[in-house]
């Protein structure tokens, strides 16, 4: 191997280990499997049709982000160091995109989420150690009591 592919190689490896450090607490919406996402949180009709569309939603964005980073690292000149340079800030660029794509997407779901189900999601963000989205959950007609009316 030489020496400028164990450069790109370690670059590479320091930049999905930072990804990979967040402390955002996702819910990952379009990662995780919808099926468990829906009854971990007992998502009601509404929110699991929604889920269906968030999770397509992420899915296109990131095939069309994973195609840029396959014509960056394809395309981009990797012979100086100079160049490896540029490539790194490329691709941080597009991971970052994928990033802020997540937070955008799970923050959407995150809003359907009535008290209770955003409640266990903090809760299980707590345990993991990751700062929770901080969203308004939404109050349903149908989860309200008669007697709290």
Same mark, same amino acid.
């Given at each position: 191997m030489t020496k400028i592919s164990s450069i790109v190689l370690l670059v590479l490896s320091f930049m999905v =280990?930072? &990804?990979? /450090?967040? /402390?955002?607490c996702i819910l990952g919406v379009g990662v995780t499997n919808d099926t468990v996402i829906s009854e971990v949180f007992q998502l009601n009709t509404f929110q699991r049709e929604k889920l269906v569309n968030f999770s *397509?939603?992420? %899915?296109?964005? #990131?095939?069309?982000?994973? #195609?840029e980073l396959d014509n960056v690292m394809n395309r981009h000149p990797q012979s100086t160091v100079a160049e490896l340079g540029q490539l790194a800030d490329k691709y941080k660029r597009v991971m970052d995109s994928m990033e802020r794509v997540q937070s955008m997407i799970d923050k959407r779901m995150l809003t359907l989420f009535n008290p209770k189900q955003y409640e266990l999601y903090r809760s299980l963000c %707590?345990? /993991? *150690?990751?700062?929770?989205? $901080? &969203? =308004?959950? =939404? $109050?349903? /007609?149908? *989860?309200i009591n008669t007697e709290n009316r």
């Open positions: =280990t930072n &990804v990979m /450090a967040q /402390a955002d *397509s939603e992420v %899915k296109y964005r #990131n095939e069309l982000l994973n #195609n %707590k345990e /993991a *150690s990751r700062s929770p989205f $901080i &969203v =308004t959950p =939404t $109050i349903y /007609a149908d *989860s």
